[in-house]
């Protein structure tokens, strides 16, 4: 699974899954220079789909949104 790209990584996160009551693994997304994250996937049992949740000032290139749309189909 691809989890590295350009300009974003993702990497597992307990702290999100627990605090989210997640049955399924939730994977916080980090920007490449400064590390930060920048949101989460986690699974949204009533759509039976992994969904993004992004910070409120986090912006996206259309390369980045590609990437996200890969990873989560990856999922």
């Known amino acids: 699974m691809n989890t590295k790209y350009k300009h974003i990584y993702f990497e597992i996160d307990e702290y999100w899954k627990t605090t989210l ?5 939730v994977w916080v997304c980090y920007d490449n220079k400064t590390k930060s994250e920048l949101g989460y996937i986690s699974w ?3 759509w039976n789909q ?3 949740n992004f910070n409120a000032d986090a912006v996206f290139s259309q390369d980045c949104l590609a ?3 890969d990873f989560i189909k990856q999922l």
């Open 67 to 69: 990437n996200i749309i």
């Open 44 to 46: 949204y049992p009533s």
């Open 50 to 52: 992994y969904i993004a």
């Open 21 to 25: 009551d997640s049955e399924k693994d």
